[in-house]
């Protein structure tokens, strides 16, 4: 790169008609001009400029590169101005992975909204429970309930997703509901299959007792365990987003409620870069916005 500042230094010299002038736009010492000129010189094998006490001119050669080098550099600054300006209005193809209910019933949605608030922009969603390496897929951001650690990643919290326990008036009839988490063993659990919920997060449920929930039916699919609970056939722990219009109508009932878990986290993981697209900060700053407005789903 140290060639090119020697031609930048050479224009500011012609420009300023001086070392001393060229020096001064530039914040550098006169010899340090004069000397950075004299290379470029040594290095084109011929003078650029006529010295005197006097006056200083530039050559048939200087005005030649003079010249050419205005226009170069003049290029450049276009093309910095074209990437600003590209980056500054979202377009191209954003690549979204997400998974289950969350994914399909929210995020889906939301980045529809986005596309069609900004005409330029593609969006292309993926729902799967697979483990999607973003970086090697190509994809520009991973909704996902966990950070693992990754140096090719960031991550931003989007969301806190609330789960809670929960059957049908019809389950509940003529059977003593659980009290405590210790009363879910011998009740009919409905078994999520579906790697962050496979694990029921209640506040008292130890790994001993979760060993020890099992029911008859399990299901990867956050509806299909909806559906189970509203049928009467077992106990489910599912997000409350899923469920907040079956609790309001009394479809479905809470229990356990005074042993609530912390709220499971909802990250939005993208690949680590210099410069974060426009069109990927556009996406996390409106998932943010809309998921803190949505009450069910």
């Known amino acids: 790169m140290r060639r090119w500042k020697n031609y930048e230094v050479f224009i500011a010299v012609v420009e300023c008609g001086s070392f001393t002038g060229a020096a001064?736009?530039?914040g550098m010492s006169k010899s340090q001009v004069s000397r950075m000129v004299s290379q470029l010189e040594d290095k084109l094998g011929s003078e650029l400029l006529f010295r005197s006490t006097r006056h200083l001119s530039t050559t048939d050669l200087g005005n030649i590169v003079y010249a050419r080098c205005v226009d170069v550099f003049q290029e450049l600054e276009d093309v910095e101005r074209q990437a600003m300006d590209f980056d500054a209005t979202p377009k191209g193809r954003l690549r979204v992975v997400a998974s289950d209910t969350f994914g399909e019933a929210c995020i889906a949605p939301l980045a529809a909204e986005l596309m069609l608030e900004n005409a330029n922009l593609e969006v292309e969603v993926?729902?799967?429970?697979?483990?999607v390496d973003i970086v090697a897929e190509g994809y520009d951001l991973a909704i996902r309930y966990d950070t693992q650690p990754d140096s090719s990643l960031l991550s931003q919290k989007l969301f806190e997703l609330p789960h809670v326990c929960v059957a049908s008036p019809s389950y509940l009839e003529g059977r003593?509901?659980?009290?405590?988490?210790?009363?879910?063993?011998?009740?009919?659990?409905?078994?999520s299959t579906f790697g962050e919920c496979a694990e029921w997060r209640i506040a008292g449920l130890d790994e001993h007792l979760q060993s020890q929930l099992s029911g008859n039916w399990v299901s990867n699919s956050g509806p299909s365990l909806i559906n189970a609970a509203l049928k009467g056939i077992g106990i489910a722990w599912l997000?409350?987003?899923y469920l907040a219009s079956h609790l309001k109508s009394g479809r479905l009932i809470e229990l356990l409620a005074d042993y609530r878990a912390q709220p499971m986290p909802v990250f939005a993981v993208y690949p680590a870069r210099r410069h974060t697209p426009r069109k990927v900060q556009l996406l996390i700053a409106h998932l943010r916005k809309r998921l803190s407005e949505i009450e069910s789903i």
């Open 126 to 131: 993926l729902i799967t429970d697979r483990s």
């Open 24 to 26: 001064d736009r530039l």
């Open 176 to 191: 003593t509901g659980p009290e405590r988490p210790a009363d879910l063993i011998g009740h009919n659990c409905l078994i």
């Open 239 to 241: 997000p409350e987003l």
